[in-house]
């Protein structure tokens, strides 16, 4: 009679145990402390775009243009956090097709607290790629600065976001992506990101044509410590963008991690030692310049190469991004105003090609067995075809914005600066 008793009362709980299988797995697939991480890494991506960016590339800028540049990083952090939650993570993470995703997700539809990704909740795997979207817009407004109106930059994002950036993080990363099923290696963007941005900011710099002046006249930065700054910011932040890309605190994430602060300390050094042959002073702006290079370098290699490999990829980006952002520059004659082609997209370009060789345990990283000459031509074919896509897809949506609201501002809003021009304002008040 007793144990009846007992029965009545536990076999209502024990029912309920069996009928909810799902929130028992969900939680039990949980991992607390790649959840912190990737909390974390959240955070510093952010971080990079908004003060990180915003103050590398205001600082580079005169002093009439500085707040247009906060304005198009912030203004474009906004938009697109409203594009990625509308469609963009749907049309970027669901199965639908090898070259873009479907709708089913659309406002996190189906989405709970106690949906997974991993070991991770879902919703933060939403918000740590809803970072990185923001952020590789926020790129290439370095190569039309000081002439673009604002208007403009946000239409060119968003629907840049719309038509490049969500297919090809699809065809990379996405479940069933096309690139990614040819067994691609790009870690956390050298791909998706830089050479996407890269490809994105030579048409658009092309297309909106050269500021006023150049290159005849000087057009020095105006306030090299508030570059510096924000390369501080953005230096620090890539370790959650390429640490964090491990999706876990694990192994991967700390080497990850490592060759972070390697390959930008060789392309620092290796910038400023070019300038001081070359012109017998290493600059501040040198510095600055050749670490962004050697993080996005790293960027695609990350998660696979070991020290050496971030010391080779690091000296051969510094190289070759001093190669393009000078030499190339000026003998093609485009106006790149903040070098995002030569440092994000060569830079990406040599990481996304040299991870093929040094991914390879015989060289410190971590795949065994490498057939290298294969992996190099996965990689440079998802380089030409992501390249080729993009400058085709961007040029079509600049020449749509231009006969629509036009991309330039007038000659006199670009003499006065767009800081009173479009916004009414001015950084400074001396």
């Not at 600066?417 to 008040?429: K, R, T």
Request: charged fraction near 10%.
């Amino acid at each position: 009679m007793q144990f009846s008793k007992m029965w009545g009362i536990f076999a209502p709980l024990a029912l309920a145990l069996v009928l909810t299988p799902t929130a028992a797995s969900a939680q039990d697939a949980l991992d607390t402390g790649d959840t912190a991480w990737i909390l974390i890494s959240t955070g510093l991506v952010l971080f990079m775009m908004i003060p990180g960016l915003a103050m590398f590339y205001a600082g580079l800028v005169r002093t009439r243009n500085v707040l247009s540049v906060f304005m198009h990083c912030f203004g474009i952090t906004a938009l697109i956090t409203i594009l990625w939650t509308v469609c963009g993570y749907s049309l970027a993470f669901t199965a639908n097709n090898p070259f873009i995703g479907g709708f089913s997700k659309t406002f996190l539809s189906g989405i709970t607290g106690d949906s997974m990704w991993g070991t991770i909740p879902e919703v933060l795997f939403f918000v740590f790629q809803m970072t990185f979207a923001i952020i590789t817009p926020g790129l290439f407004v370095g190569a039309f600065a000081e002439r673009m109106k604002f208007s403009a930059v946000l239409w060119f994002s968003a629907l840049w976001c719309i038509v490049v950036y969500l297919p090809v993080t699809h065809m990379v990363w996405g479940e069933g992506g096309y690139f990614s099923t040819l067994g691609v290696f790009d870690f956390a963007g050298g791909i998706v990101v830089h050479i996407t941005a890269g490809s994105a900011a030579l048409v658009a710099a092309i297309l909106v044509g050269k500021r006023q002046g150049y290159p005849e006249t000087p057009m020095p930065p105006h306030n090299m410590t508030m570059n510096l700054i924000g390369t501080a910011m953005l230096w620090v932040g890539w370790f959650g963008f390429n640490g964090g890309s491990a999706l876990a605190a694990n192994g991967q994430a700390a080497m990850a991690v490592v060759v972070t602060q390697i390959s930008p300390s060789v392309a620092a050094l290796t910038w400023i030692f070019i300038e001081w042959i070359k012109n017998g002073k290493p600059s501040a702006l040198g510095f600055a310049t050749g670490a962004i290079a050697g993080l996005a370098a790293i960027t695609p290699a990350s998660g696979w190469v070991g020290p050496l490999g971030a010391v080779v990829i690091g000296f051969v980006s510094s190289v070759v991004a001093y190669w393009a952002a000078t030499w190339l520059k000026r003998t093609a004659g485009y106006d790149d105003a903040l070098d995002v082609v030569g440092v994000h997209g060569f830079g990406g370009l040599v990481g996304t090609l040299l991870v093929a060789f040094f991914a390879s345990a015989a060289l410190g990283g971590t795949e065994e067995g490498l057939d290298m000459g294969k992996q190099f031509g996965v990689q440079a074919y998802a380089v030409v075809a992501v390249t080729i896509y993009t400058l085709i897809a961007s040029l079509i949506i600049l020449k749509i914005i231009d006969a629509i609201c036009g991309l330039r501002v007038d000659e006199q809003a670009e003499t006065g600066g767009l800081d009173l021009a479009e916004h009414g304002e001015v950084g400074y008040d001396l």
